[in-house]
């Protein structure tokens, strides 16, 4: 009956649904932060020219596009080869936008990067894009990169993408 008061098993009822959106809620945001300190620490992996810690986050049946497409860790340890050594040059990428499906065992993790290079004339080029990673959630529960690729190398970054690049998420609980 209209204005009728909630009787308390309807108040009960409507109290429990709303502490379970919360809670799913939530373990959807721990997830979304489990993939954004994966690839977080991916970065720091290439950041720190670790070929091994780097490889470790790619999955064993990975396909990475840059110009061509590298298959597994080995073509794609080769692929990076000149970004790992010492002297390359120093890359850096954090996510801006991560998406994890519903099942969560697949997220996309998008975001600005930044190469830093030397030219011939020994002058510092820092040139800038997105890239698009796809991670894939193991039988062990640890997330790594099934495909990767980047572009729009060249582009002008946005104050915001630059604030993205120097900032570092809180990963506690989710460091790798």
């Not at 009956?1 to 721990?30: N, R, W």
């Not at 850096?92 to 830093?116: K, Q, T």
């Amino acid at each position: 009956m209209p204005g009728q008061i909630l009787q308390e098993e309807e108040t009960d009822l409507i109290i429990k649904m709303l502490v379970t959106l919360v809670a799913f809620g939530s373990a959807a945001d721990d997830v979304r932060q489990e993939v954004v300190c994966a690839e977080t620490g991916f970065s720091r992996a290439a950041e720190a020219r670790d070929r091994d810690r780097f490889l470790s986050f790619v999955d064993p049946d990975a396909r990475f596009v840059a110009g061509r497409v590298s298959r597994g860790r080995a073509e794609i340890g080769e692929a990076w080869a000149a970004v790992l050594a010492p002297g390359g040059p120093a890359m850096r990428w954090r996510p801006a936008v991560v998406e994890v499906s519903a099942d969560g065992r697949l997220a996309l993790s998008r975001g600005p990067y930044r190469a830093i290079s030397t030219d011939s004339d020994g002058k510092r080029v820092e040139t800038w894009g997105h890239f698009n990673s796809t991670w894939r959630k193991n039988t062990e529960g640890r997330w790594l990169v099934i495909f990767d690729s980047g572009g729009d190398a060249g582009m002008t970054p946005t104050e915001e993408e630059i604030a993205i690049l120097e900032g570092e998420p809180d990963c506690g609980q989710f460091e790798e």
